[in-house]
Every structure is written in C-alpha cells, then in structure tokens.
C-alpha cells in the first residue's frame, strides 16, 4: 500500500472540517473515532444530489473520474471484473419502486449518480465476520479497514444498492496513474466509497464533490440545521433508494 494502515487509519477517526459545497461554507467540529466531538455533539454525514442540474450536463463524468483517479480505483476492461465507487445508472435500475407515470420524462429518462449510501442502519456492516466494515458513530461514514477484509463477499451480498466492488483480479497494473498518497488495494478485497474521510480530515469537499462544477452534489453535517445539506432537503422534495428496507441511506436525491 502507498501508505501504512496506522496512518490512514489514523486519518479515518479525527476531523477537522470545513466544507465548501454548493454555495456554502462549513466548519465543524472535531471528532474521535468513539463518537465524541469537542463540543459534545456527533454528526451525520450526508450527500445531496441534485438530479435537475445533473441531467444537464449530458455525459459529465467529472465526478466518477476525479473519485476514481484520487482513490487508485483499478479500471478493468471487462463488466465482470469492475471496480466502481461512484457511478452512473438509469432512474428505472436505481429507484424502480418510486418511478410512476407521471414522473418528469427528463429525469427519468437520465442516468442517474450512484454511490454507497453510508447506510445509517448498514446491513452490510451486520453480516461481516471480521469487523472489517463499520459504521463510525462519530460522524455516519461506513468505512473499511481493508487489512481485515477476507474477501468472503457477505457485505457485497448483503449491500442492496450494489455499492461495493470485489477485487477478482490484482487491482495494481489496472490503475492508470497511481495517487502515492491513497493505499492501494490486493486481489480478494472488497471496497467501496468512503465518502472522502482522509479529505475532510484536512477540510477538504469530497473529490466527486469539488470536480462538479455545475453544483449538483453537496456534502455535509445532518445535524447541523444551518448546514446547505438541510437547507436544500428543507427547500427541495427529495427521494433516497430503497426507503422500504430500512436502511436509512444518506444519500438523498432532489428531483
Ligand atoms: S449502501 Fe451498501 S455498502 Fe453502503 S452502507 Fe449501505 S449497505 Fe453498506
Ligand atoms: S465521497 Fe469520495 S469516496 Fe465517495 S464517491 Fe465521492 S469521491 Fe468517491
């Protein structure tokens, strides 16, 4: 890996944060890994997509690539190998129990920005045997310790949004140009978004967050009813995938 596991574990549980998305400025508080922030509060994490504007741009994959580039994400040249953090789906595969007749055609007929929903009640993190996914109480990110990983694929199976990727084949000679300063992963390891923990401990967006010039994605605090994450979930009607399950996504979609 590019850096040591002590290392980047350390980045995942301290933050530091201030956040510019959309039009607004954020700062937050820090926090410990154990769900304590330095002004006694936790916080909730969350991304707001807005699906009006990212129609607009027809075929921008801004966001998928600077994810990908960042995070050493592999590109394989088959389906059955991918690798994916972020990327894009139809409206039908992605919100099959919202869709109705009478939806807007130009929405339903675009693809739409899919990413791990940093589940606040995770299945995936249920049914993994090692602890190598978890859900950090501090702030709602399920992150992944990849050393842990036993590549049994539970979480994969138990993940109903398809968010995580196996790695079937050696990731390394698939990556295009890779970033020294993100760990790289091995064959038999699952990954998957993590909503950019190393770059909100240095108080910076989201990578898919900062390339979209067009502010159809906005990142932040839940819990903070000023933050433009609940500004624009007050302002706008806004549907999350799969409400039925119960898995409460953090990932929100203005329609
Ligand atoms: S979207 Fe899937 S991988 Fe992400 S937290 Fe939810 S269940 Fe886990
Ligand atoms: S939040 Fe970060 S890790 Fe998640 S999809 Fe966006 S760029 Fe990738």
Redesign the pocket.
Known sequence: MGIDRRGFLKVSGLTVLGIASGKASETFASSDSHGHTSDGTTKRYAMVIDLQLCKEQEGCTDCVNACHHVHNVPEFDNRKDEVKWIWKDSFHHAFHEQEHHYLDKDIVNHPVLLL????DN????QVCPTKATFKRESDGI?MMDWHRCIGCRY?VV????G??SFNWRDPRPHIEEVVDDFPTRTRGVVE?CTFCEERIFEGRPPACVEACKHGAMAFGDLEDPESRVRELLRDRFSIRRKPALG?E?EVYYLV
């Open positions: 791990c929903n940093h589940c995770p299945p995936c993190v399920v979480c138990a993940c109903p949004y968010s995580r998957k898995t996504p």
